[in-house]
């Protein structure tokens, strides 16, 4: 018997043990453009359930949305049960204006601590303005338990100001010392639109940090067809990429993707040849679209 404890409890232990670093996590960032009735075809009634069913299927574990008002976070909500979220209105830090919120998957995270700051020299802790932003920028963030492996993680998730630039520098270094005080050591995942690519400067702040790396750059592989913003585009293509996943060096990254996935607008019945088609199928004339004007990032990763 002690003999069979020797061989068999070590088994055991090294069976656990691979079991938990074998455990990834889909981690994600997405614009999903707020709901504009002038947005025509494009507009969010048009496209919620497109955006909900992508998310679905590429499996995110947590993923980080920006642009979302209260009526879409309460669609996505309502489409995906699956997941619970975590942020608040930028305007007023309850309900209105643009959340840049965290899903997570319920099954997988238990929720520990949230919160979230606004990007500003002056009171982060209230609504406001930083340096020459046009608007109220918000930074949220969420500590996690992840139920599979045990581990802690940290997800923060923003959306930087789209003409200050001043702004955009100030809000790197400002999301950093945060990370430094709130998450201390401890895995941490930031997402969100930056609206600065990787040509950027002001990028260089975020991915030559102490404690961060671009998830593209630590990828053993990448699948990006295009860059991430399309303004609703089919036919754009751009090398820029402006939506960006960092992760700090706990994190070992398989798989990065940009997600280009597309749709079609029916428009008007096509006749198909009787000749070559049976006469249950039916053709349409359809223009391609696109579920937001910010294509999605993907990362596949463990830590």
């Given amino acids: 018997m002690k003999l069979f404890k020797i061989f068999f409890y070590p088994l055991i232990i090294l069976c656990f043990n691979a079991n938990v670093e074998a455990q990834t996590l889909n981690v994600g960032t997405f614009n999903i453009k707020n709901d504009n009735p002038k947005d025509g075809l494009n507009a969010w009634k048009y496209r919620k359930g497109i955006v909900t069913a992508l998310i679905k299927f590429h499996d995110f574990d947590l993923l980080g949305i920006q642009e979302a008002f209260s009526s879409q976070m309460k669609d996505l909500q309502d489409s995906l049960p699956e997941y619970a979220y975590v942020g608040k209105g930028r305007d007023d830090g309850d309900q209105k204006g643009e ?6 998957k319920r099954n997988r995270f238990k929720l520990i601590k949230e919160g979230q700051f606004w990007l500003t020299e002056k009171n982060i802790h209230v609504p406001d303005k930083g340096w020459d932003a046009a608007l109220p920028r918000i ?3 969420v500590e996690l338990k992840d139920k599979k492996s045990g581990k802690k993680l940290f997800h923060f998730n923003t959306h930087f100001d789209h003409r200050g630039q001043i702004a955009r520098i100030e809000s790197a270094k400002l999301i950093l010392q945060m990370i430094k005080k709130i998450a201390g050591k401890s895995p941490v995942i930031l997402t969100g639109d930056f609206n600065l690519d990787q040509h950027s400067e002001n990028y260089k702040i975020l991915n030559e940090s102490d404690i961060l790396k671009d998830a593209y750059v630590s990828s053993s592989f990448r699948y990006k067809l295009n860059g991430t913003f399309n303004a609703f585009n089919s036919k754009a293509i751009t090398n820029s990429r402006i939506d960006h996943v960092y992760l700090t060096s706990h994190f070992k990254v398989f798989k990065y993707a940009v997600l280009t996935d597309s749709y079609r607008n029916s428009t008007e019945k096509i006749k198909a ?9 039916q053709l349409y004339k359809a223009e391609p679209a696109l579920p937001s004007d910010h294509f999605p990032v993907f990362v596949n990763t463990k830590y």
Avoid at 99 to 104: C, D, F, G, I, P
Avoid at 273 to 281: A, H, K, L
């Fill in 99 to 104: 959340y840049s919120a965290v899903l997570y």
């Fill in 139 to 141: 930074c949220t963030w």
């Fill in 273 to 281: 040849p009787s000749d070559n088609f049976p006469g249950e199928v």
